[in-house]
């Protein structure tokens, strides 16, 4: 057959947010990749000028999908802003809370966004076809989908217990949290955390979370897989599946690592947080040498050569740039800024978070196999299992300062430059706040899926997602399910990340 | 996503799935909770504008963009403004519900200074016309049905869509909005929220369901700050 070269346009759909890709075809195989950020909702403009503490009611409302992470973001960046000492147990609570979105979204993305390609027509004559229908099938047909929406919802429980409600409540000011302590709320997280973990060992490992946990390399999980009871289980099933269409060998992408870190420790979290002392640490993984190096966002900038944003001269420092829409150039292509960290390329999400705070079967996969969309999707798989050990920590430790406040007061002070962040479900989260006068006189949010979706920097360079599309093969252009796994193991949260940009869906 | 949300300490709630059961209702599309692509979403979209699909609820999440320069341009599928999709779908709807502030009244986007020209379905703010004019009317002979709050709770997505189903009266407003709706904050019988009063924010439709709790520590910054 001659080789036909064409660029298409496709859509995608359970992805967070209005994205396209635009893709280069050589025959079946990607050849070139540009990704579109299509919406603008302009949050960052809306903040200029007010009131600091208005980003705490407004900035969290960027996404519905993880308000918690946008509310502890903001609610860091004003600290820092502010010198401000913060409430240990302020600390405690929004680190469970956190903690809570973290493993449900987890879940959610596994087994409702994810796990449904696995029943595409495409898989029609898959040996474990019945089986991903029955667990997997879509909308809310399969039997672990419903237990999803069920389970996850109980877990959520936590973040009702100090905020009343999820998402979008404002329990967090600067100092600490706003809502009450007390023995009966640590029992409701008891019995939140017991009845999830019971529900995750039964319905999803097939076995205790001490088994799971005691798994510390790649040996270690193919021995695990290859007892019937666990390759039956549902993350038996999900792993077996997945290996067998490919996934291990797809959609590689850039392969630097970077996290922020997340889970400030509550009793070093303090002025001049000059410091990130973080109970899950962050820093730089550099693909090509294997060095780690620690995180300083001061090594983050934007390029906005190809943003269809005024340029005042990329690229900047958060502190310093700016997103106001302009059309006036010929070479932008998205709404969306690229993000650099040290002038590279790098990837977030769960498999760069658990890289760089020395999980030791995530290092020994990523040592293996390379970053692939299976191992982005593997990791929220496997991270809920020592989350929910965490959490339990948390509350044991909440539980032994009961009578200490969760919140000490403070003058706001009226000039200041911050910085705030944590790992989102979906990657690292940053504000940046410049205050002035006791007003927002700059405020950017780089999410990760701005990292992750970026169009090219200001030399040229893809993005993450855009080089990781390239050389993929499409064996069917009408229903590009190959595509859709690569994206959706980034668990693309477009909502935010155009800051300005949010949407649905991906169009080619 | 906030109908798989939470709310209420010790409430089990309602879910999706459940309802969708009850009811015998076919989700025909959700952007984030369907198989189908949305290549396959145009073609029920078109379905339904072409008159060859019924459509007995349409639900709009979000703020109707028309930026920049009302061109809609600022939010587009497949090259043309949803603000125009979202306009010829509920043409045919016998029922328009807007789940939450945004769509209701333009929400946060639609706070100054507007950068991304929003508005909502049948409002702006709190003035009548947004997408629709103030006397556009769904099939039903209904306005749109305004579940304001940020975001609209579950219980209260859920109940609205079940009276809608089974025909019962929905007691609207005169924003809009359906006797299901609870008062934003906790003061029972209180429908306007008072936020501003309360915390000195200005909430453009509404910041949550639920204040949480310690009130007093919000007075702080309306007051003097506290000292520490």
Same mark, same amino acid.
């Given at each position: 057959?001659?080789?036909?070269?064409?660029?298409?346009?496709?859509?995608?759909?359970?992805?967070?947010?209005? &994205?396209?890709? $635009?893709?280069?075809?050589?025959?079946?195989?990607?050849?070139?990749?540009?990704?579109?950020?299509?919406?603008?909702?302009?949050?960052?403009?809306?903040?200029?000028?007010?009131?600091?503490?208005?980003?705490?009611?407004?900035?969290?409302?960027?996404?519905?999908?993880?308000?918690?992470?946008?509310?502890?973001?903001?609610?860091?960046?004003?600290?820092?802003?502010?010198?401000?000492?913060?409430?240990?147990?302020?600390?405690?609570?929004?680190?469970?809370?956190? &903690?809570?979105?973290?493993? &449900?979204?987890?879940?959610?993305?596994?087994?409702?966004?994810?796990?449904?390609?696995?029943?595409?027509?495409?898989?029609?004559?898959?040996?474990?076809?019945?089986?991903?229908?029955?667990?997997?099938?879509?909308?809310?047909?399969?039997?672990?989908?419903?237990?999803?929406?069920?389970?996850?919802?109980?877990?959520?429980?936590?973040?009702?217990?100090?905020?009343?409600?999820?998402?979008?409540?404002?329990?967090? &000011?600067?100092?600490?949290? #706003?809502?009450?302590?007390?023995?009966?709320?640590?029992?409701?997280?008891?019995?939140?955390?017991?009845?999830?973990?019971?529900?995750?060992? %039964?319905?999803?490992?097939?076995?205790?979370?001490?088994?799971?946990?005691?798994?510390?390399?790649?040996?270690?999980?193919?021995?695990?897989?290859?007892?019937?009871?666990?390759?039956?289980?549902?993350?038996?099933?999900?792993?077996?599946?997945?290996?067998?269409?490919?996934?291990?060998?797809?959609?590689?992408?850039?392969?630097?690592?970077?996290? #922020?870190?997340?889970?400030?420790?509550?009793?070093?979290?303090?002025?001049?947080?000059?410091?990130?002392?973080?109970?899950?640490?962050?820093?730089?993984?550099?693909?090509?040498? $294997?060095?780690?190096?620690?995180?300083?966002?001061?090594?983050?900038?934007?390029?906005?050569?190809?943003?269809?944003?005024?340029?005042?001269?990329?690229?900047?420092?958060?502190?310093?740039?700016?997103?106001?829409?302009? @059309?006036?150039?010929?070479?932008?292509?998205?709404?969306?800024?690229?993000?650099?960290? $040290?002038?590279?390329?790098?990837?977030?999400?769960?498999?760069?978070?658990?890289?760089?705070?020395?999980?030791?079967?995530?290092?020994?996969?990523?040592?293996?196999?390379?970053?692939?969309?299976?191992?982005?999707?593997?990791?929220?798989?496997?991270?809920?299992?020592?989350?929910?050990?965490?959490?339990?920590?948390?509350?044991?430790?909440?539980?032994?300062?009961?009578?200490?406040?969760?919140?000490?007061?403070?003058?706001?002070?009226?000039?200041?430059?911050?910085?705030?962040?944590?790992?989102?479900?979906?990657?690292?989260?940053?504000?940046?706040?410049?205050?002035? @006068?006791?007003?927002?006189?700059?405020?950017?949010?780089?999410?990760?899926?701005?990292?992750?979706?970026?169009?090219?920097?200001?030399?040229?360079? %893809?993005?993450?997602?855009?080089?990781?599309?390239?050389?993929?093969?499409?064996? @069917?252009?009408?229903?590009?399910?190959?595509?859709?796994?690569?994206?959706?193991?980034?668990?693309?949260?477009?909502?935010?990340?155009?800051?300005?940009?949010?949407?649905?869906?991906?169009?080619? | 996503?906030?109908?798989?949300?939470?709310?209420?300490?010790?409430?089990?709630?309602?879910?999706?799935?459940?309802?969708?059961?009850?009811?015998?209702?076919?989700?025909?599309?959700?952007?984030?909770?369907?198989?189908?692509?949305?290549?396959?979403?145009?073609?029920?979209?078109?379905?339904?504008?072409?008159?060859?699909?019924?459509? *007995?609820?349409?639900?709009?999440?979000?703020?109707?963009?028309?930026?920049?320069?009302?061109?809609?341009?600022?939010?587009?599928?497949?090259?043309?403004?949803?603000?125009?999709?979202?306009?010829?779908?509920?043409?045919?709807?016998?029922?328009?519900?807007?789940?939450?502030?945004?769509?209701?009244?333009?929400?946060?986007?639609?706070?100054?200074?507007?950068?991304?020209?929003? *508005?909502?379905?049948?409002? *702006?703010?709190?003035?009548?016309?947004?997408?629709?004019?103030?006397?556009?009317?769904?099939?039903?002979?209904?306005?749109?049905?305004?579940?304001?709050?940020?975001?609209?709770?579950?219980?209260?997505?859920?109940?609205?869509?079940?009276?809608?189903?089974?025909?019962?009266?929905?007691?609207?407003?005169?924003?809009?909005?359906?006797?299901?709706?609870?008062?934003?904050?906790?003061?029972?019988?209180?429908?306007?929220?008072?936020?501003?009063?309360?915390?000195?924010?200005?909430?453009?439709?509404?910041?949550?369901?639920?204040?949480?709790?310690?009130?007093?520590?919000?007075?702080?910054?309306?007051?003097?700050?506290?000292?520490?």
């Amino acid at each position: 057959m001659a080789s036909e070269r064409r660029v298409i346009r496709m859509e995608l759909n359970r992805v967070e947010g209005d &994205m396209e890709v $635009k893709l280069e075809l050589d025959d079946h195989t990607v050849a070139d990749a540009w990704c579109i950020g299509t919406m603008f909702r302009g949050f960052e403009q809306i903040l200029l000028g007010r009131d600091p503490a208005d980003a705490l009611v407004i900035a969290p409302r960027i996404c519905g999908i993880c308000s918690t992470s946008q509310l502890y973001a903001a609610v860091s960046a004003l600290e820092t802003a502010y010198q401000q000492p913060i409430a240990a147990n302020g600390t405690r609570i929004r680190n469970l809370c956190l &903690m809570a979105e973290s493993v &449900m979204s987890d879940a959610r993305h596994s087994f409702l966004m994810f796990a449904p390609d696995f029943c595409n027509p495409a898989y029609a004559g898959h040996p474990l076809h019945d089986r991903v229908v029955e667990l997997f099938e879509p909308p809310f047909k399969g039997r672990l989908a419903r237990e999803t929406v069920e389970e996850t919802k109980r877990i959520l429980a936590i973040v009702i217990a100090f905020g009343g409600a999820w998402p979008h409540s404002t329990y967090m &000011m600067p100092g600490g949290v #706003t809502c009450e302590l007390d023995e009966a709320r640590l029992q409701e997280c008891d019995a939140a955390i017991d009845g999830y973990q019971a529900w995750y060992e %039964r319905s999803v490992l097939g076995c205790s979370s001490e088994e799971w946990l005691a798994l510390e390399t790649a040996e270690d999980l193919a021995a695990w897989l290859e007892a019937p009871a666990h390759r039956d289980s549902a993350l038996g099933v999900f792993a077996t599946f997945a290996t067998s269409i490919g996934l291990e060998g797809l959609g590689s992408g850039t392969p630097h690592l970077l996290s #922020t870190g997340c889970y400030y420790d509550p009793e070093r979290w303090q002025p001049p947080f000059d410091e990130r002392p973080c109970l899950e640490d962050g820093g730089f993984y550099d693909g090509e040498t $294997k060095a780690i190096e620690p995180f300083s966002h001061f090594e983050v900038a934007e390029h906005l050569r190809y943003a269809r944003l005024a340029d005042p001269g990329s690229p900047r420092h958060p502190w310093e740039s700016e997103t106001r829409p302009d @059309d006036a150039r010929d070479e932008p292509y998205s709404l969306a800024k690229a993000t650099r960290y $040290k002038d590279r390329v790098v990837q977030l999400g769960p498999l760069s978070d658990l890289v760089l705070a020395g999980d030791p079967l995530t290092r020994s996969l990523l040592a293996a196999q390379g970053a692939s969309t299976w191992l982005r999707q593997f990791t929220r798989l496997h991270r809920p299992v020592a989350a929910l050990q965490e959490m339990r920590r948390t509350v044991a430790e909440l539980r032994a300062h009961l009578g200490e406040p969760a919140y000490v007061a403070a003058e706001p002070r009226t000039d200041g430059d911050g910085f705030g962040a944590i790992n989102a479900a979906r990657g690292s989260l940053g504000h940046w706040v410049r205050i002035r @006068d006791g007003k927002i006189d700059n405020y950017q949010v780089i999410t990760p899926t701005a990292w992750n979706g970026s169009p090219r920097d200001n030399s040229g360079r %893809r993005g993450h997602w855009e080089e990781s599309f390239v050389g993929l093969e499409i064996a @069917d252009l009408d229903n590009p399910v190959e595509l859709f796994h690569v994206v959706r193991s980034h668990d693309a949260c477009l909502v935010c990340t155009v800051h300005l940009a949010r949407g649905r869906s991906f169009a080619l | 996503m906030a109908i798989l949300g939470a709310e209420g300490r010790g409430k089990p709630g309602h879910t999706l799935p459940a309802f969708l059961e009850e009811h015998d209702a076919r989700l025909l599309w959700h952007p984030s909770l369907s198989l189908e692509s949305p290549r396959e979403a145009a073609a029920i979209i078109d379905r339904v504008i072409a008159g060859e699909q019924a459509l *007995t609820m349409l639900c709009v999440e979000g703020s109707i963009i028309h930026g920049p320069n009302g061109t809609g341009r600022f939010d587009v599928f497949e090259g043309r403004p949803k603000r125009d999709i979202v306009a010829a779908l509920c043409g045919q709807a016998e029922y328009v519900l807007a789940m939450g502030s945004c769509a209701s009244f333009g929400g946060i986007p639609a706070a100054p200074p507007n950068p991304s020209e929003s *508005t909502g379905l049948q409002y *702006t703010n709190n003035q009548p016309g947004g997408l629709l004019a103030p006397e556009w009317r769904s099939a039903a002979g209904l306005p749109v049905i305004n579940l304001s709050a940020c975001p609209v709770d579950a219980t209260t997505m859920i109940e609205t869509m079940s009276a809608v189903l089974e025909g019962r009266d929905l007691g609207l407003d005169k924003v809009g909005r359906p006797a299901m709706q609870k008062p934003c904050l906790s003061d029972p019988g209180e429908k306007r929220c008072r936020t501003v009063d309360k915390v000195g924010y200005a909430c453009y439709g509404c910041i949550g369901p639920k204040f949480p709790l310690s009130k007093a520590l919000f007075k702080h910054r309306v007051a003097a700050p506290a000292s520490a």
